[in-house]
């Protein structure tokens, strides 16, 4: 075991000897239509019975894709269309500054009810925005239009955003996007997940914010597809460690 196994796990053990349990969770991104790629994916959570936020695209989706989910599988809404409406100087994002909130609404209610008539009750009143970016001002709206829960990148400025809504973020992402768009290694990602739990430790990050794990199906190569398998199989090891199904994460009643 190299030293970023070892770092992760210290602090594991540190959690535990304080009497707390380390929380995890799983999010994957850009769900839509049936591929190999996701039932490999759907595979692997049932096989590890590892609970799974399924982030899925609402205007891209097809029945076929959520046909078979594993139990512990759950549906996020990502976004409407998940098309970049970025203005001049901005990142990319479907959710741009100048965009009128009753517009966002309505492209995001639409797509909510499209996913409500494939996956049913697996649907969770949940936003994960596409690229991790939504536009501040159309947070305070979230509420009143049913959503309950947002999830983006990076250690939450807040637990609540906006009246009515929690957050609850991912930390650590195996694709390297600005480097080639391939696994970001081992030793990267060990080291971002020790990071978050030793800044929550210190006092630096939301001890409350449970450490989520971010992946992207659709671009995995296989050794991004080895780390997942090692990773829950060293964790599965790992006394006080938790998994969170994201209806814990975000306090929603499961059916």
């Not at 060990?190 to 971010?214: I, M, Y």
């Not at 964790?235 to 975000?250: C, D, I, Q, S, T």
């Amino acid at each position: 075991m190299n030293a970023a196994w070892r770092r992760l796990l210290d602090e594991i053990g540190r959690a535990r000897d304080a009497g707390r349990e380390v929380e995890f969770w799983w999010r994957d991104d850009d769900a839509a239509r049936p591929d190999p790629a996701l039932d490999r994916l759907l595979a692997m959570a049932g096989n590890y019975k590892m609970p799974l936020a399924l982030a899925a695209i609402p205007a891209q989706a097809e029945a076929a894709a959520f046909a078979h989910l594993p139990a512990g599988v759950s549906v996020l809404q990502h976004g409407g269309d998940h098309r970049n409406r970025a203005g001049r100087g901005e990142k990319k994002t479907e959710f741009p500054a100048l965009e009128s909130a009753d517009a966002a609404i309505g492209r995001l209610k639409a797509g909510g009810l499209r996913l409500s008539q494939l996956v049913g009750e697996r649907l969770l009143p949940v936003l994960a925005p596409p690229w991790n970016r939504i536009c501040s001002s159309l947070l305070p709206h979230l509420a009143a239009a049913g959503y309950r829960g947002l999830s983006q990148y990076g250690p939450r400025g807040a637990a609540r955003p906006a009246p009515g809504l929690l957050q609850v973020n991912t930390h650590v992402d195996l694709i390297a996007w600005r480097a080639g768009r391939g696994f970001a290694g081992e030793e990267a990602l060990l080291a971002a997940a020790a990071a978050h739990l030793a800044a929550k430790r210190e006092g630096r990050a939301d001890a409350g914010e449970p450490t989520g794990w971010l992946s992207h199906h659709a671009v995995h190569d296989e050794p991004a597809w080895r780390f997942l398998e090692r990773l829950f199989e060293t964790l599965e090891a790992a006394p006080g460690v938790r998994w969170l199904h994201a209806e814990a994460l975000f306090r929603i009643s499961a059916p």
